[in-house]
């Protein structure tokens, strides 16, 4: 909430200000008699698992879509489509890769290039679930936002790749409002539909094959052989821990344990950057504050969007 909120309910000008901060800034809508109200929203294509209901993730739909509205009003790029083919969206992210490999930071760079941009909120304010990813429609052009948790930036290729290739293949219709609200994102989940199954393809299609252990072995050897692997198949080594542990489940579950120990022996490629630094930074390098005012830039950052 803004600074000034503690006096906003001295007056009647400083609660017409204060909802016309949350109207634009939240998502809500002022009506005739004065009240807010939940901004009605495009029926959005929920991806959701087993057991949650879509009325779980409106909230949390709502104002990372109000969110995407503000970023994308702030873009420079303009919007002009993206490759459908992730072979050709592979080499775009290479070219911007110090190391030859897919990474958070050239993904976004080629994602943010396109006037596509890309919003973290792992700390999305709203009860109720929250989705790991959505795509959305606003202000002219798709935006992605990741409300999943991940302190290590590689946890995020698959997922950025997913929400990218819903996209890229026309999932997302192009009107104003328009999602696709992704609960979880696995190739395992059950009753997947066509939609998932090529955004999972897409993904898959920019970081490489998938990866499998014939055996278990110890954090500093797995991430040798990733190194190994990467420098054979120019797959993003972190993505190649993940995917082999995906791969590879001990007694019906997945050792993630043993990823995270693995991603720790790697080499520092991120250079110390964690997730929310990354996106921070991309942003950043894409948009010009002085097209909202300060009161939306105060809120964004804030919500640690900026």
Same mark, same amino acid.
């Given at each position: 909430?803004?600074d000034w909120?503690?006096t906003a309910?001295?007056?009647?000008?400083g609660?017409?200000?204060?909802?016309?901060?949350?109207?634009?800034n939240i998502g809500?809508?002022i009506?005739?008699?004065?009240e807010l109200?939940s901004?009605?929203l495009p029926?959005?294509?929920?991806k959701?698992?087993?057991?949650?209901d879509r009325?779980?993730v409106t909230a949390a739909?709502s104002?990372?879509?109000?969110?995407a509205r503000l970023v994308a009003?702030?873009t420079?790029?303009e919007?002009?489509g993206?490759?459908?083919?992730p072979a050709?969206?592979?080499?775009m992210v290479?070219?911007?890769?110090?190391y030859g490999?897919?990474?958070?930071q050239?993904?976004?760079k080629?994602?943010w290039?396109?006037g596509?941009?890309? /919003?973290y909120?792992p700390? =999305?304010?709203a009860l109720?679930?929250?989705? $790991? &990813?959505?795509?959305t429609? @606003?202000?002219?052009?798709?935006?992605?936002?990741?409300t999943?948790?991940?302190?290590h930036p590689?946890?995020?290729?698959?997922?950025l790749?997913h929400?990218?290739?819903?996209i890229a293949?026309?999932h997302?219709p192009m009107?104003?409002?328009?999602a696709?609200?992704?609960?979880t994102?696995?190739v395992?989940?059950?009753?997947i539909d066509q939609?998932?199954?090529?955004?999972?393809?897409?993904s898959?299609?920019?970081q490489?094959?998938?990866?499998?252990l014939?055996?278990?072995?110890?954090a500093y050897e797995?991430a040798?052989?990733?190194?190994?692997?990467?420098?054979?198949?120019a797959?993003?080594?972190?993505?190649?821990i993940?995917?082999a542990?995906?791969?590879?489940?001990?007694?019906?579950?997945?050792?993630f344990? /043993?990823a995270?120990a693995? =991603?720790?022996q790697l080499?520092?490629?991120? $250079? &110390?950057?964690?997730?929310? @630094?990354?996106?921070?930074e991309a942003?950043?390098a894409h948009i010009?504050?002085?097209?909202l005012?300060?009161?939306?830039?105060?809120?964004l950052?804030k919500?640690?969007?900026?």
């Amino acid at each position: 909430m803004p600074d000034w909120i503690d006096t906003a309910f001295e007056s009647r000008v400083g609660i017409l200000q204060l909802k016309t901060f949350l109207s634009k800034n939240i998502g809500l809508d002022i009506l005739d008699n004065g009240e807010l109200a939940s901004r009605q929203l495009p029926v959005a294509l929920f991806k959701t698992s087993q057991g949650t209901d879509r009325d779980q993730v409106t909230a949390a739909r709502s104002i990372a879509t109000a969110c995407a509205r503000l970023v994308a009003k702030m873009t420079l790029p303009e919007w002009g489509g993206m490759p459908n083919d992730p072979a050709e969206f592979r080499e775009m992210v290479v070219r911007h890769s110090g190391y030859g490999w897919p990474d958070l930071q050239s993904m976004l760079k080629v994602l943010w290039s396109l006037g596509i941009p890309v /919003l973290y909120l792992p700390s =999305l304010p709203a009860l109720g679930r929250k989705m $790991e &990813g959505m795509v959305t429609f @606003v202000a002219g052009r798709p935006v992605i936002i990741l409300t999943k948790r991940a302190f290590h930036p590689d946890l995020m290729l698959f997922l950025l790749g997913h929400e990218a290739g819903h996209i890229a293949k026309g999932h997302l219709p192009m009107r104003d409002g328009e999602a696709i609200v992704d609960d979880t994102v696995g190739v395992e989940n059950e009753g997947i539909d066509q939609q998932e199954v090529e955004a999972n393809a897409f993904s898959t299609g920019i970081q490489g094959d998938e990866v499998n252990l014939k055996q278990l072995m110890r954090a500093y050897e797995l991430a040798e052989a990733a190194l190994d692997h990467a420098k054979k198949t120019a797959m993003n080594p972190g993505y190649v821990i993940l995917n082999a542990i995906h791969n590879t489940p001990v007694g019906g579950k997945r050792p993630f344990a /043993l990823a995270m120990a693995a =991603l720790k022996q790697l080499p520092d490629f991120n $250079e &110390g950057k964690s997730t929310d @630094v990354i996106c921070k930074e991309a942003v950043h390098a894409h948009i010009d504050t002085e097209r909202l005012r300060d009161d939306s830039i105060d809120f964004l950052e804030k919500l640690g969007v900026l």
